[in-house]
T-cell receptor, first 112, second 113 residues
Framework: GQQVMQIPQYQHVQEGEDFTTYCNSS?????IQWYKQRPGGHPVFLIQ?????EVKKQKRLTFQFGEAKKNSSLHITATQTTDVGTYFC????????????FGKGTKLSVIP | DTAVSQTPKYLVTQMGNDKSIKCEQN?????MYWYKQDSKKFLKIMFS???????INETVPNRFSPKSPDKAHLNLHINSLELGDSAVYFC????????????FGPGTRLTVT
């Protein structure tokens, strides 16, 4: 079945440094989504990318979807302690029509 | 105004018991889901359900069964609980109709002793 790989699994950065997490799919995706889960919280939808080569920005967060629609990245500029959490990418492709397959997530720690 | 709510937030029970977790969404969404998140934070889809079809992932034991009294509710019933069922269970919903974004409930932390 479809697999979504995400790296790195963990990332520790000093506050103010940049952070990037990468997502790769074994199959071409119609879209890819990103979620953030704060410690003790639940996943929160951040963004959906649909077009090949698409780039979207949300303040200090930049999301990219690869030209082949098989990979994606999330880049955070000048991390802050509020960025702490686990970032998941997810692509359609479970058994059901709207099921998502989630990557294993990248846990971001920010050292003040 | 909670969009997706779950009860209870915590559930501690003994092996062999049967338990249910309730989920409600007030977003008017067509599709609801149950996920299991283990201690390593891996999110695994268990079920997806809309008013027409139930999709059960093949790895889910048949001790788990979703029950939907109406479009806004998808409850999770678990029979004969095992130690390995301990995890956080998240309910989620999505609009369906070509929109994949999902909205998660706060989660239910299940501990089986």
């Amino acid at each position: 079945g479809q697999q979504v790989m995400q790296i790195p699994q963990y990332q520790h950065v000093q506050e103010g440094e940049d952070f990037t997490t990468y997502c790769n799919s074994s199959t071409t995706l119609s879209n890819i989504q990103w979620y953030k889960q704060r410690p003790g919280g639940h996943p929160v939808f951040l963004i959906q990318l649909v077009k090949s080569g698409e780039v979207k920005k949300q303040k200090r967060l930049t999301f990219q979807f690869g030209e082949a629609k098989k990979n994606s990245s999330l880049h955070i500029t000048a991390t802050q302690t509020t960025d702490v959490g686990t970032y998941f990418c997810a692509g359609p492709g479970g058994a059901g029509s709207y099921q998502l397959t989630f990557g294993k997530g990248t846990k971001l720690s920010v050292i003040p | 105004d909670t969009a997706v709510s779950q009860t209870p937030k915590y559930l501690v029970t003994q092996m062999g018991n049967d338990k249910s977790i309730k989920c409600e969404q007030n977003l008017g969404h067509d599709t609801m889901y149950w996920y299991k998140q283990d201690s390593k934070k891996f999110l695994k889809i268990m079920f997806s359900y809309n008013n027409k079809e139930l999709i059960i992932n093949e790895t889910v034991p048949n001790r788990f069964s979703p029950k939907s009294p109406d479009k806004a509710h998808l409850n999770l019933h678990i029979n004969s609980l095992e130690l390995g069922d301990s995890a956080v269970y998240f309910c989620a919903s999505s609009p369906g109709r070509s929109s994949y974004e999902q909205y998660f409930g706060p989660g239910t932390r299940l501990t089986v002793t």
